[in-house]
């Protein structure tokens, strides 16, 4: 991690408090992000490994992970993996000195909500730390509950269920849902979901998106072969078609 430019100001953390999961094999690493974080207000947990840090974040459920990817016993891969399919929705931020598309492809698929490659300053990694908290915040305010057909949503719990049996949506796939919702009746292109759910503006790869969407349709679609909800737009991307009764507030 680079040096720690003048332009940051203690106290800036976007939610006072706000305890972060930092897990690290690294010990100076390790160190670096806790002094960096604690200085910023914020509250830090450690972790050394893959398997202390899985459990710690089931047991304390942080508001955000700092997760590397390289370590020993469970990969941050396989912690992301997990903990979304669990249907943990605290927000992931993948630490790695991988940098290639096909790792990022391979982290944000595993359900992870940024990715910032190693050497990077303790300046970027605070920005990034604030806007995933930022985020998180504003879906909290925002639209809170839906129900589609015989599927009720809660935005707010990240939950969801059919008939009372409870669906296990992932965290991106409840931020597709969303998206599709506040633009009913309107394609929302691949990019966009990317932009909007994976907080990228510009990505070179837009099939994590069709990966998604054949997950989702499997949960909440009756057949999934022939959505009757999340339509295809050829050549752009999905849309959300409406159904009678259909409700959201």
């Not at 990817?69 to 249907?87: H, I, N, T």
């Not at 309107?186 to 990966?211: I, Q």
Request: charged share 30%.
């Amino acid at each position: 991690m680079s040096a720690e430019s003048n332009g940051s100001e203690a106290g800036e953390s976007q939610r006072p408090g706000a305890r972060v999961l930092v897990v690290e094999d690294e010990l100076a690493m390790r160190n670096v992000l806790r002094n960096s974080l604690e200085r910023h207000g914020y509250r830090v947990l450690l972790a050394m490994d893959g398997e202390e840090g899985l459990a710690r974040a089931l047991k304390e459920e942080p508001d955000l992970i700092l997760l590397d990817v390289m370590m020993p016993k469970l990969s941050g891969f396989e912690v992301c993996a997990e903990l979304r399919r669990l249907s943990r929705c605290v927000p992931i931020l993948m630490l790695t000195a991988k940098g290639s598309v096909d790792d990022k492809v391979k982290g944000l698929d595993a359900g992870a909500d940024d990715y910032l490659a190693k050497p990077f300053s303790r300046d970027e990694m605070l920005a990034r730390v604030r806007a995933l908290l930022r985020r998180t915040e504003r879906q909290e305010r925002e639209l809170t509950t839906v129900e589609l057909g015989g599927v009720k949503i809660d935005f707010v719990q990240q939950r969801a269920w059919r008939e009372g049996e409870e669906l296990a949506l992932t965290v991106k796939e409840m931020g597709m849902l969303r998206l599709l919702f506040e633009s009913p009746g309107e394609p929302v292109s691949r990019e966009r979901f990317l932009d909007v759910v994976w907080g990228y503006t510009a990505f070179p790869v837009t099939r994590t998106v069709d990966k998604h969407v054949v997950s989702l349709r499997q949960k909440i679609e009756n057949d999934p072969d022939k959505p009757e909800w999340i339509k295809t737009v050829h050549g752009v991307g999905y849309r959300l078609e409406l159904p009678d009764g259909a409700t959201g507030h």
